[in-house]
């Protein structure tokens, strides 16, 4: 499952973030969309995790302080998808 990250500046270390979001799950990638503002990166952190791990997970990370800026965290829902 995908978590959208906010908040965190450009010079955010991709492995650093990586390693910090190990502590919750088994990290299977983290891209920085640079697109817009560019002084307001999100990242897309991929964790294998099923839907409702990755939510609690980003209620915990959610507003928490990291690399001195507050964090927005919230899954990223796949599109297309039927119930």
């Known amino acids: 499952m995908k978590l959208i990250l906010s908040g965190l500046g450009p010079e955010t270390d991709l492995e650093k973030l990586r390693e910090r979001m190990r502590h919750f799950g088994p990290v299977l990638g ?6 817009g503002d560019l002084e307001r990166p999100w990242f897309i952190v991929e964790l294998d995790l099923p839907t409702g791990a990755a939510t609690e997970v980003a209620r915990r990370i959610d507003g928490i302080y990291f690399n ?3 964090v927005h965290a919230s899954v990223m829902l796949p599109v297309g998808r039927t119930s």
Do not use: A, C
């Not at 983290?30 to 697109?35: K, W, Y």
């Open 68 to 70: 001195d800026r507050f």
């Open 30 to 35: 983290v891209e920085p969309i640079h697109e």
